[in-house]
């Protein structure tokens, strides 16, 4: 899926031409906090928690897995949380019934950062690269 179609919004493209896509801000954001999510991911996965992580990317309160990165500490736009497929599944965010094919689009983790990116319009995963160092 394309970040874009996350916000696929009716009205237009008079609408996106006029506000920017919050998408812009979190690939900015995403770039800053690259290797900072990376370390966690590869943590989350070395400490046994999970083998796969997602990270929720919001601008909002949320009450889902664990903050790493605050926008607010840290002057972004966005702020960053980690969690598991397995809080996922176990709070109904990925049924039960789907998590098989969750998993079978599921990104290599160590090149992919899942993102579970919440914006007003609805909520959807999206895989990022890592930059390469």
Not at 51 to 58: E, G, R
Not at 118 to 133: C, I, L, R
């Amino acid at each position: 899926m394309d970040p874009e179609e996350l916000l696929s919004q009716p009205g237009g493209e008079q609408d996106k031409a006029k506000k920017e896509s919050p998408l812009v801000s979190l690939e900015r954001d995403l770039k800053l906090f690259n290797e900072s999510i990376r370390e966690v991911a590869v943590e989350i996965m070395l400490e046994g928690l999970s083998l796969h992580p997602i990270f929720i990317a919001h601008q909002h309160e949320l009450k889902l897995g664990e903050v790493i990165l605050d926008r607010n500490e840290l002057n972004t736009e966005w702020s960053i949380h980690a969690s598991t497929i397995e809080e996922f599944t176990e709070r109904g965010i990925i049924k039960a019934e789907l998590k098989e094919r969750f998993l079978s689009t599921y990104k290599n983790p160590h090149d992919f950062m899942c993102l579970f990116v919440v914006v007003p319009e609805g909520a959807n995963f999206v895989y990022y690269p890592y930059v390469k160092s």
